[in-house]
DNA sequence: CGTAGATTTGAACGTCCTCAAGTCGAGTGG
DNA sequence: CCACTCGACTTGAGGACGTTCAAATCTACG
């Protein structure tokens, strides 16, 4: 199976245009000029798709033609080994880019799944390197994306190395918040769309692991939970955790 | 401080070649052809710089003008957190790319420090971009090795969240072996360029236990160990660790 | 309204860490 | 050449943190 059954949202010939979507200064296209958004309007994003809550988007093995962007919704990464072992590597948000793995050997090595009823625009990659080599500024952006994903993995690696369960939770928390505030969403109340069992995965804890430290967290009086909703109160405190600064 | 002091091995007029670099089937030009390899020569690698054991290539905050091709030596990257908990989040050997990280902000993130004396290629940024839009199969190339890096970080991250200090002991030395002989060495006899502590760091274990490991590893008969001179002497038991299929 | 799945909470256990002592080897100076 | 010293490594014992196993509670969805 190379590719999961989509329904394009559009007929292949009426395409998505960058320049109108209100994701334009956090998407890939950041920092393109009217003119060169004009440019790629159209042939960038061949299709949106639907990815209803469950569904791959891809996984490993599938043949890899093209990057999404995530347009609506919200998705997991997961790697896995021979063995069955799972590991979710991230959390995908409007305006981030999912596929990037499929680039090194034109086969996806992960699967993305929706965690909740997600439309993404897709990038055709042969396209994009087309266009790349057409709009400079697109090249440059697409190089900065995938800088930052190493270094968000970077991130990543430093937390499940050498931080403790509560740091951990403490810093999930906080880069959820992060993001979805400079999507304008409340800085304060979030809901989560993925379970204990996927965050625990994602921070290397056990499910019980993680409802424990929210209960403690709470307990401190750092936020409050209501199964997934979650309503930050001290984000200083749980920052204090992060650096080490204070313990709960 | 933008940059450590370096010697260029050679004057700033002889920049070196990639056609005639006996990396030139591992490192980032894999895969061009013998014009697109005379096109890019003299431009690609602007220069070559030493770096003696212990120094560091760049550190975090230091300004991004470059990416650098380990030419020979060995390296690690850390990353650190304000509160000083550091993380080696990868080790790089000949062939492969150092640098990656900087690009999103044009500020270095993490450090690349030589584990032993060191040669590596300076491929300046801009002129990989201006490159990459005149010979269409490097901007491809640098593509696949950005993925790769992503890929292989979340390898790391599995390795991280979900082994056994055993299994992720036997993955770091498998990984190792694979990569000394895909470069023509030995692929039982193994010189660890790092210390214990170095190797814990990566793998999200104390030095302890690393050592520990290696005793234990070495009482099956999986391998042998003297210092840093590694023998591995059943690489399929090593596996087998890693795959979940046995215990030691 | 009922059932399956998700979450919370408790108690016992195990892996890895911490602390500590001892060994080994490379490099240095006598 | 040998003794010395420092850093890296090994090994042991005890303890902490997170896991495992288990049961109760809650929610969502049909």
Known sequence: MDHPVFKPLHAPHCTAVCSSCNLREICLPVGLSKEELAHIDGRLVMARLKVARGAKLFQAGDRF?????????????CVSSKDGREQVTGFQMSGELVGLDGI???????????LED???????????????????????????VMSREIVRNQGVMLLLGSMHAE?????????LMHRLSARGFSAS????????????????LKL?????????????????????QIQITDPDGLQNLVDGITAV
Do not use: P
């Open 65 to 77: 033609t093209a990057v999404y962007a995530v347009w609506t919704g919200f998705f997991k990464s």
């Open 104 to 114: 090194g050997q034109r086969v996806h090595e992960i699967d993305a799944v929706a």
């Open 118 to 144: 997600s439309q993404v625009c897709v990038i055709a990659y042969d396209e994009l390197e087309t266009l790349s080599i057409e709009v400079n500024s697109l090249q440059h952006q697409f190089h900065r």
């Open 167 to 175: 740091e951990r939770v403490a810093a999930f928390l906080l880069n």
């Open 189 to 204: 109340a979030i809901v989560l769309r993925m379970s204990r069992e996927e965050i625990g995965s994602y921070l290397g």
């Open 208 to 228: 019980e692991t993680v409802s424990r430290t929210f209960s403690k967290f709470q307990a401190h009086g750092l936020l409050s939970v209501h199964h997934r």
